[in-house]
């Protein structure tokens, strides 16, 4: 059975025992005892592991994880320290070097961000090797709306940085009256280079907004 762990779990528990939880959890310990699948099991809640509920700041959308090996660590965009950068990071950085006046990280791990309160959730936590999208429709979707829903019913103040057509419609969960949202193009390069990406500067507003409200601000660039 998949289990959460920390304070998380005082607030999903009703969620994870649902049929459809249960369901979803014998279908990704089986597809993991028998395929090659990513990130690697210990680290499908990384997410929530590294940013508890009680340090949720802000909060980032993406789809699945990464599918090639050694990549996914659990946090939507990141990898693994040593990788690669895919080009929706890369694309990221760029915005970061510019909106933030900072050096273009060497690292794409994002934890440093989760450990700072920003919650960067897949809406799929799993995925087979070299097949994206191998483990949509199979619950994970269910729950993690739920999660963005009772994070919007349950705090207040938190910023929602929604990249791309597929997070905007999330924005539906989100009490707008309560929450700040930030919207744009996604940094893939499609995306990026029609000139839905570039701009945004999505860092430099967080931290407005952080600060307007008294919160320290995210050190984007501390990796």
């Known amino acids: 059975m998949l289990q959460l762990q920390g304070t998380w779990l005082s607030h999903l528990k009703s969620e994870c025992d649902k049929p459809y939880f249960k369901a979803l959890s014998t279908f ?27 340090a949720v700041r802000v909060v980032i959308i993406g789809q699945d994880p990464y599918h090639s090996e050694g990549q996914a660590n659990g946090l939507c965009f990141s990898v693994n320290e040593g990788m690669g950068h895919p080009p929706s990071l890369r694309n990221i950085f760029k915005e970061l070097e ?50 963005i829903k ?51 500067k999505h860092f430099s507003k967080t931290n407005a907004l952080l600060s307007i409200k008294g919160k320290s601000e995210i050190k984007w660039g501390s990796f």
């Open 150 to 200: 009772i994070l919007s019913e349950q705090k207040t103040d938190l910023i929602f940085l929604l990249w791309g057509s597929f997070a905007k419609n999330k924005k539906k969960l989100i009490d707008t009256c309560k929450h700040f949202v930030l919207e744009s193009g996604h940094p893939s390069p499609m995306s990026a280079n029609r000139g839905y990406w570039f701009g945004n």
């Open 98 to 147: 510019v909106d933030m006046k900072l050096s273009y990280p060497e690292s794409g791990d994002l934890t440093e961000w989760a450990h700072q309160g920003v919650f960067l959730l897949n809406a799929t936590l799993s995925v087979r090797s070299k097949e994206a999208g191998s483990h949509q429709n199979q619950g994970w979707e269910d729950f993690t709306d739920s999660v």
């Open 28 to 54: 990704v310990q089986s597809e993991y005892s028998e395929q090659s699948c990513y990130p690697p099991i210990d680290q499908l809640f990384n997410a929530f592991s590294c940013c508890s509920f009680e």
